[in-house]
């Protein structure tokens, strides 16, 4: 889990995306990588999704997981398709177990601490919290960090670039996740510059956050 986790704590922002059609999977990661922030959550919500992350995975340039898996088949599917790693919206034991056997990488979905107890007695070191803004937001981000001093967040859920500083400002989350730069919309519509101008900008939140922090 180190290498992937110390890729998304160094970017600080994992683009979450929903792909209609797998022959966009390039045109997105053109993009990602024109825009600094060669990554992606491909959440598993659309017929296309699984053919999308072999596409990514063949690139060099780019690091791309599997997001939205609710069952251990989904965590094979998602593997056998190339993804470097497994996120969910919820705490499944078994989908966390088959992750452990594979190997792979897996942040799963919690919101309360018996969820992210039961996470960490399986040897999980980073969560993420779903949906963190209807959770409660940073203040609830912030108690989870508090009580479990250890523990390293992603925040997905709701989140925008008005307030991602506001989670990136607490010293347990690592990285936000959302779609803004890569609504779907701009996906299928092969918006290439959109989409890269708004990962440049992505990029130079988490960095100014950074800076006001050190």
């Known amino acids: 889990m180190t290498g992937v986790l110390d890729t998304l704590a160094a970017y600080g922002v994992l683009p979450v995306v929903v792909i209609d059609r797998a022959l966009d999977a390039d045109y997105l990661a053109e993009a990602l990588v024109g825009g600094g922030l060669p990554l992606a959550e491909v959440t598993l919500r659309t017929p296309a999704s699984l053919d999308a992350i072999r596409t990514l995975a063949l690139r060099a340039d780019t690091l791309v997981g599997a997001g939205t898996v609710l069952t251990p088949t989904q965590v094979d599917q998602a593997v056998d398709a190339g993804a470097a790693f497994v996120a969910s919206p919820g705490f499944s034991r078994p989908v966390v177990e088959r992750c452990v056997e594979l190997g792979v990488p897996v942040v799963p979905g919690t919101v309360t601490p018996t969820e992210v107890m039961a996470a960490l007695d399986l040897g999980v070191s980073c969560v993420n919290v779903f949906p963190a803004h209807a959770a409660g937001g940073p ?49 299928l519509a092969r918006e290439v510059t959109t989409i890269a101008r708004l990962c440049r900008e992505a990029v130079e939140l988490v960095a100014g956050v950074r800076s006001a922090s050190s």
């Open 139 to 187: 203040p609830a981000v912030a108690v989870l960090g508090e009580v479990f001093p250890d523990l390293r967040i992603i925040a997905s859920g709701g989140i925008g670039p008005d307030d991602a500083a506001s989670y990136l400002a607490l010293p347990q989350v690592v990285a936000v996740g959302g779609s803004w730069m890569v609504r779907r919309t701009l996906v």
